[in-house]
């Protein structure tokens, strides 16, 4: 039955595990706990207390005489809010505390890559010319707090879009004003007795995403590069063969890279390691999960354990020390796992504790502290680990990530003459079909990865670039898919290209925030020159195939209002209206120039994804797209590229975990 439950060899071998040593994983659960069937598409309205309200049935209206439409608007509204308040509170942070270092109070970080700061601070308006980067990171962090609280015009970096763009923007009204201001509205107006028209309620879920998008989430993005570096190529490792059987394994989880970051310094302290051997272990091992892993994979190579379904498994390796959790797509369900074990769960963030689990609680000024603080917990936890119960997977992948919008302009085009050139001709010539960001979370009503990893291998067949994130980047790198020796799965166009660069076909762009490196990467394809003069000219879609968590919503928004037509899977929280449905398909077509679809069938979302691409290249009077024009000799494979059947038969990345 676990074949069903996922995809990767290493999960079915330790649920089998988890299983026996009595362990509850959100597998099971999913089994056991149905969605409820009008929740799930909508139709429950619990926004006052004369219900909850179950539009059902013959049950049209609420007793306010609420309508289905109003309801699942009110609710995707909702939904959306959160994700988007997700983000932006964790871009908040990214601002506070580059305000705290720049300001002297938070020794442990610097400003790392002036360069980006001098960029932002020109997006943001703040003088650069004989300052220090100390006073400009002053500045640019007010700034940023600012854009917030903002309560007057509107949000400095949508005007990083497309002028065409902005326009649509400007004239639909729903140009983001504050960030905060935007998200306070939608609870505003979906309270009882408020806005009750769903297009006009869907209008403003679109400036809330977009204050997420173009707001929150990219100063989140530009913040975490300047203080820890923008991210260029590194190589790294995945999966469970990763823990090590001989050291003390940190696991880290989350979202945010700040403690993380420093969590990487404390664990290669010489004096710490010593400790650990003190112990009896031979060193420490650090690795992440979700997002958190990404932040750091993507600027310090730290290896990957899994995505979001792996973080109860990879408790019940039974070698893994310590847990160390931030914000967000924590299961609660972690401390219950750890029960059995040895592992700590360590929660860190003031806005998250989980009952039960050990609080150490972050703060910037003494982060090397409280990180050395953290590593040495783990360390002395170390003796208590139940050698009869650790087994770690066999299982080790290999992946390139790090490719920020920086790097990728530089690769086509080195120092002095960086663009998207190359990679805009290319797909003016059909080499490349289009491209797609493919990104999102894992769900257990779906088998784990398998519909991520449908969706790229199929994409990247089709002469499709693909651009990922957050835990879709993680089921790519489990299957070895972020390594330029996986040509074979790639068409000859894309292949003929990514084989010149030197790059993989999925490009590992970041976490759940850095989604923004896909708007600002199209954004400079659309004004590059040869494929229109917009995001939505482009032929580019999104997918998002495992979606679950309502950022994940506001992220899907946000594409489609900057342009994307977006797929996402699984299925519609907005099912129980067609009114809706409408809306945000059709009528978003018609307002925006994109649509958002929800859509269960990965075989289906892809064939409408690359009828989409082949439209918008007839729209632009390309070449028609052909499969065969290029890479006809297709000679070019290097002694060391695998076959797809190779690959497969998993002589590559299913490699022994030393
Ligand atoms: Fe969470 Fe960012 Fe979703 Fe993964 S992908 S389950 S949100 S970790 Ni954004």
């Avoid at 039974?318 to 797509?329: K, R």
């Amino acid at each position: 039955m676990a074949e069903k439950k996922t995809v990767d060899p290493a999960i079915i071998e330790i649920l089998e595990k988890a299983e026996a040593d009595g362990v509850s994983t959100a597998f099971d659960r999913a089994e056991t706990t149905k969605p409820c069937p009008i929740g799930h598409e909508g139709n429950c309205c619990k926004n006052c207390f004369i219900g909850p309200c179950r539009l059902t049935g013959k049950t049209t209206v609420g007793v306010c005489g609420a309508t289905r439409e109003t309801v699942a608007a009110r609710n995707l509204a909702r939904e959306i809010a959160s994700g988007a308040a997700a983000h932006s509170d964790h871009g908040r942070d990214m601002a506070h505390t580059l305000l705290a270092a720049a300001q002297g109070e938070a020794p442990d970080y610097r400003v790392k890559d002036e360069k980006k700061l001098r960029v932002v601070a020109r997006y943001l308006d703040v003088e650069t010319e004989g300052r220090t980067k100390e006073e400009i990171a002053i500045d640019v962090a007010t700034k940023a707090l600012g854009e917030f609280g903002r309560q007057q015009g509107e949000l400095y970096y949508p005007k990083r879009a497309p002028l065409k763009r902005q326009q649509i923007w400007h004239n639909l009204g729903v140009t983001p004003r504050g960030i905060d201001r935007e998200i306070v509205e939608t609870l505003h107006r979906t309270h009882m007795g408020n806005d009750q028209d769903a297009e006009h309620i869907l209008d403003h879920a679109m400036r809330t995403a977009l204050g997420d998008g173009w707001g929150g989430s990219m100063l989140s993005t530009d913040i975490s590069d300047i203080l820890f570096g923008t991210p260029v190529p590194v190589a790294a490792r995945s999966n469970f063969g990763i823990l090590k059987e001989d050291e003390v394994n940190v696991v880290v989880h989350g979202h945010e890279p700040t403690l993380s970051e420093l969590i990487v310094v404390a664990a290669s302290d010489p004096e710490l390691i010593e400790y650990a051997k003190s112990k009896g272990a031979k060193g420490i091992n650090l690795a992440g999960i979700c997002c958190t892993a990404n932040e750091i994979l993507m600027r310090q190579g730290i290896p990957v354990v899994g995505n979001f379904l792996s973080q109860e498994l990879a408790i019940a390796t039974g070698a893994v020390d310590a847990m160390v959790v931030d914000i967000q797509c924590i299961m609660q369900g972690i401390q219950a796992a750890s029960e059995p074990y040895h592992t700590k769960i360590i929660t860190t963030s003031p806005k998250a504790k989980i009952t039960g689990a050990t609080h150490i609680e972050f703060d910037e000024h003494h982060a090397l502290d409280i990180a050395k603080q953290i590593i040495r917990l783990a360390i002395d936890n170390f003796p208590n680990r139940k050698k009869e119960k650790v087994h770690i997977p066999d299982f080790v992948d290999h992946l390139v990530a790090g490719f920020s919008h920086e790097y990728i302009a530089y690769m086509q085009g080195g120092m002095y003459r960086e663009s998207f050139r190359p990679l805009n001709d290319a797909v003016i010539q059909g080499r490349i079909r289009g491209g797609a960001g493919v990104v999102g979370c894992n769900n257990p009503r779906v088998t784990q990865d398998d519909p991520h990893l449908y969706i790229v291998k199929e994409l990247i067949k089709n002469d499709v670039l693909v651009l990922t994130t957050g835990c879709n980047a993680i089921a790519c790198a489990k299957q070895g898919l972020l390594t330029p020796e996986v040509m074979e799965y790639a068409g000859p166009g894309l292949r003929e290209i990514c084989q010149t660069i030197g790059i993989p076909p999925v490009l590992h762009v970041g976490s759940c925030v850095d989604n923004t490196r896909i708007l600002t990467i199209l954004t400079q394809m659309a004004t590059e020159g040869g494929l229109g003069e917009d995001i939505s000219d482009l032929p580019a879609v999104g997918f998002a195939p495992e979606w679950m968590s309502e950022k994940a919503l506001s992220i899907g928004a946000y594409f489609v209002a900057s342009g994307v037509t977006t797929w996402m899977g699984v299925g519609s929280p907005v099912a129980g209206s067609e009114e809706v449905t409408k809306i945000i398909t059709e009528g978003w077509m018609d307002k925006v120039g994109a649509a958002y679809y929800f859509e269960p069938d990965p075989e289906k979302a892809v064939r409408e994804a690359l009828a989409h691409i082949d439209a918008a290249r007839k729209a632009l009077k390309l070449e028609e797209y052909s499969p065969t024009r290029y890479a006809k000799s297709a000679t070019y494979l290097p002694g060391d590229y695998l076959s797809a059947e190779e690959f497969e038969k998993g002589s590559y990345s299913r490699s022994a975990a030393s």
